[in-house]
């Protein structure tokens, strides 16, 4: 069913308010998501992205109730990912000659997933337009790596609008569809967690796209991304946002986090948060388990740290296997202007703080040489030790 969004432009997405996870399971839900499509009707008609490949002929269905498909002039493939680009293969089959506006990249990520069809793509790059009637037009912008090399917003004139798709997103269902609508506790927590485990790696690019469309000065009314709100109250804050989570962003803030065997390494996870109250109160604590704790949701607490300290005991030589997996993770996400320390117990050979320090080193961290490595269970000298490695994170 339609949704008005402004004058002759409508929401024909789909919301997922039972998912539970993305990416595989690689991205968790926790508030529902959506793939956000949309129908513009000027002289020419235009879709703007479809939805994720499960309900391809639903949506098929859907829009034939809203539209006879044979109207539709245009279709613009923002980006190739089969969440936006799932459902093409069910509307192709009904209306095959229709032009398909994407990147050269686009062309070359949906022949490789969906096969070649002989679909007939049209190319664009920044600046290219395409007139839609009624004095209005279609105004495409690269967006090579937000998140992938065939990303790509749309800008539609007279209505203002940016089609951003992937950028500015959240995975989090909203029935009412507008920002101003939306719980704003939640709002904002998903655009967080979303910038942090999507877009986190590649934020010199933001960074540089958001100057890039400074420059073309366009005037922007709603930005509607294929992912949750759209904002069209004060639109510019979430770009003002995004300027801000792009440059190496922190708050006052340190996240410690663990895994732990027996219970000692946890018992210093709690005696470091402790140590930072005392030696800094304005300074906000977070203690996390990465056994038992989302990591998704742990990185978004990283994200907005200043330091964080990561303790494991040592296990066959080496830190635990949840850990492992976790700072594998930490690497890919790239944050920077972030400090760590590594802590933890052991019974023999005792290698993990060593290797936590190297891993921590080898995601970009500036690694603490100050450490606490205990020999079962920690005495009176390993917390003793903990002051020095709280103030080096506090520096
Ligand atoms: Fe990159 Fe929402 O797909």
Not at 299 to 315: D, L, N, Y
Request: net charge negative; charged share 25%.
């Amino acid at each position: 069913m339609r949704k008005h969004i402004k004058n002759n432009v409508s929401w024909v997405g789909w919301i997922d308010w039972e998912l539970e996870s993305f990416h595989g399971d690689d991205y968790s839900i926790f508030n529902g998501s959506s793939q956000n499509a949309y129908l513009i009707e000027e002289e020419k008609t235009v879709l703007v992205d479809t939805v994720w490949t499960p309900h391809r002929f639903d949506f098929v269905e859907n829009l034939k109730k809203e539209i006879d498909l044979g109207k539709i002039d245009y279709i613009i493939a923002n980006h190739g990912e089969c969440d936006h680009s799932g459902s093409l293969t069910a509307l192709m089959a009904e209306i095959p000659d229709t032009p398909i506006y994407c990147t050269p990249a686009a062309v070359k990520s949906l022949e490789g997933q969906y096969g070649k069809h002989g679909w007939n793509f049209r190319t664009v790059k920044t600046g290219d337009t395409l007139d839609i009637g009624n004095g209005k037009q279609l105004v495409f912008v690269d967006m090579k790596m937000l998140h992938w090399p065939d990303s790509m917003a749309t800008y539609m004139t007279g209505d203002n609008i940016l089609f951003s798709n992937d950028a500015f997103g959240q995975h989090f269902a909203v029935g009412e569809l507008f920002n101003d609508k939306a719980d704003q506790c939640l709002l904002w927590k998903e655009a967080l967690k979303y910038y942090t485990n999507i877009l986190n790696p590649f934020s010199a690019l933001v960074a540089k796209k958001l100057t890039e469309l400074e420059g073309m000065n366009l005037d922007i009314d709603i930005i509607a991304p294929s992912h949750g709100a759209i904002w069209r109250d004060s639109p510019m804050q979430i770009v003002k946002k995004y300027a801000e989570w792009s440059d190496a962003y922190q708050e006052n803030q340190i996240t410690v986090v663990y895994d732990t065997m027996w219970e000692g390494t946890a018992k210093l996870a709690h005696a470091i948060a402790q140590e930072v109250h005392l030696q800094s109160p304005d300074t906000v604590v977070k203690v996390l388990s990465i056994a038992k704790t989302d990591k998704n949701e742990i990185m978004t607490e990283v994200f907005k740290s200043r330091a964080i300290a990561v303790g494991s005991p040592t296990c066959c030589n080496s830190y635990l296997s949840s850990v492992a997996g976790w700072l594998e993770f930490l690497k890919q996400l790239k944050f920077k202007n972030k400090k760590a320390a590594a802590f933890g117990c052991y019974g023999w050979s005792g290698e993990s703080v060593k290797l936590l320090q190297a891993k921590l080193a080898e995601a970009g961290f500036d690694v603490a040489e100050e450490h606490v490595r205990s020999l079962w269970n920690p005495e009176e000298d390993d917390f003793a030790a903990i002051p020095a490695l709280v103030k080096s994170l506090l520096q």
